[in-house]
């Protein structure tokens, strides 16, 4: 039974840093590719950002320079560090795992399983 839980979501001012955490279980989490998605109310859930066993990364354009992804595949946790952030980065953001699915990274369809989310809001 594979489980997600994420962590370290909240409120933040505009131009601060948030880092969520997901911890998995279930798993053998070191092989597989880990991403990390938000939805705003009213849109579609979106990539953010991903990262492969072996480490290399993907990001969305909105937030490459900005957000980083890393795993501790000793923890079985993955993280998403995000600076600066902006209001327009307010979102329920989801932890995501591909461990049976083909395709793009950037896209919800590659992930089997998801969490349950954690809030981020920005305040301007």
């Known amino acids: 039974h594979v489980q997600l839980v994420e962590s370290g979501g909240g409120l933040m001012q505009a131009g601060g840093s948030l880092r969520l955490s997901c911890a998995a279980s279930g798993v053998t989490f070191s092989k597989y590719p880990m991403g990390w998605f938000r939805q705003a109310p009213w849109k579609e859930r979106e990539f953010v950002a991903a990262?492969?066993?072996?480490?290399?990364?993907y990001y969305a354009d909105s937030v490459k320079g900005r957000f980083t992804i890393s795993r501790d595949n000793a923890k079985n946790t993955v993280f998403l560090q995000m600076n600066s952030l902006k209001p327009e980065d307010t979102a329920v953001y989801y932890c995501?795992?591909?461990?049976?699915?083909?395709?793009?990274?950037?896209?919800?369809?590659?992930?089997?399983?998801w969490g349950q989310g954690t809030q981020v809001t920005v305040s301007s």
């Open positions: 995501a795992a591909s461990v049976g699915k083909a395709g793009s990274y950037y896209f919800v369809g590659r992930y089997d399983y």
């Open positions: 990262i492969r066993s072996a480490g290399i990364t």
